[in-house]
């Protein structure tokens, strides 16, 4: 990564995985316009998504998760294991069980399908700056899921939740509840007066000790349990 977080050279290569052609014509539209980011492939299925993603090693999959034969959660699963490339998961805003699979599947970010161009470059632009991003109105829909029963943020129980909070020292929960209110790497040094690499080393332990794939499912974590303050 370059100091402002972009990838190496400041171009930013995404792969696009939806069915529906007219929604990756319009994806490519707004990506392409930027000066930073470049579409380098489509997929019309998962499973052409995680065979483009071994082939063309992007920076960042924007993925549907809803698609034929293999759908888009079993292809982040795949493209996360293999560390393949970040995953950004497009969603519609009635969240349902694909949204959490995806989540436990490592996806690094959420966005409505709904999204403004602006937001949906500044989404790719920190996922694949490895800061993550979740819009606000998925991170609402799938708390107020997991208070109702219908998931979990996390695939464990309450009580492992609060075993690893427990787990945490003093500065590992500042950054937790950083990341729970959406800051970057960069953001989180800032706030805490620290480097920036000391931020991200914060942030590997945090995600290590929670158990989780992802700073997404760390934030949603936070945000449930700390609440605003931390």
Same mark, same amino acid.
């Given at each position: 990564?370059?100091?402002?977080?972009?990838?190496?050279?400041?171009? %930013? +290569?995404?792969?696009? /995985?939806?069915?529906? #052609?007219?929604?990756?014509?319009?994806? &490519?539209? !707004? $990506? @392409? *316009? =930027?000066?930073?980011?470049?579409?380098?492939?489509?997929?019309?299925?998962?499973?052409?998504?995680?065979?483009?993603?071994?082939?063309?090693?992007?920076?960042?999959?924007?993925?549907?998760?809803?698609?034929?034969?293999?759908?888009?959660?079993?292809?982040?699963?795949?493209?996360?294991?293999?560390?393949?490339?970040?995953?950004?998961?497009?969603?519609?805003?009635?969240?349902?069980?694909?949204?959490?699979?995806?989540?436990?599947?490592?996806?690094?970010?959420?966005?409505?399908?709904?999204?403004?161009?602006?937001?949906?470059?500044?989404? %790719? +632009?920190?996922?694949? /700056?490895?800061?993550? #991003?979740?819009?606000?109105?998925?991170? &609402?829909? !799938? $708390? @107020? *899921? =997991?208070?109702?029963?219908?998931?979990?943020?996390?695939?464990?129980?309450?009580?492992?939740?609060?075993?690893?909070?427990?787990?945490?020292?003093?500065?590992?929960?500042?950054?937790?509840?950083?990341?729970?209110?959406?800051?970057?790497?960069?953001?989180?040094?800032?706030?805490?007066?620290?480097?920036?690499?000391?931020?991200?080393?914060?942030?590997?332990?945090?995600?290590?000790?929670?158990?989780?794939?992802?700073?997404?499912?760390?934030?949603?974590?936070?945000?449930?349990?700390?609440?605003?303050?931390?």
């Amino acid at each position: 990564m370059d100091g402002d977080g972009t990838p190496a050279g400041g171009l %930013v +290569r995404v792969l696009l /995985a939806d069915d529906h #052609a007219a929604v990756r014509a319009g994806l &490519r539209m !707004v $990506l @392409d *316009a =930027a000066p930073d980011v470049h579409v380098v492939g489509e997929a019309s299925d998962g499973a052409a998504a995680v065979t483009n993603a071994r082939a063309l090693r992007p920076d960042v999959v924007l993925m549907d998760v809803r698609m034929p034969g293999v759908d888009g959660i079993e292809a982040t699963r795949q493209v996360v294991a293999e560390g393949l490339a970040e995953v950004l998961v497009l969603t519609t805003f009635d969240l349902d069980d694909a949204v959490f699979g995806a989540l436990r599947a490592g996806a690094a970010g959420f966005l409505l399908k709904t999204a403004t161009p602006d937001e949906l470059l500044t989404a %790719v +632009r920190r996922v694949a /700056a490895g800061d993550g #991003a979740l819009a606000p109105e998925v991170v &609402r829909r !799938v $708390l @107020d *899921a =997991a208070v109702a029963g219908r998931g979990e943020p996390r695939g464990e129980t309450p009580d492992d939740v609060d075993r690893a909070l427990a787990e945490l020292t003093d500065r590992e929960r500042e950054v937790l509840a950083a990341l729970g209110r959406g800051l970057s790497n960069a953001q989180i040094a800032q706030d805490l007066a620290i480097s920036e690499a000391t931020a991200k080393t914060h942030v590997s332990r945090v995600l290590g000790k929670l158990g989780v794939a992802s700073r997404v499912q760390a934030a949603l974590i936070a945000r449930d349990r700390l609440g605003d303050g931390g």
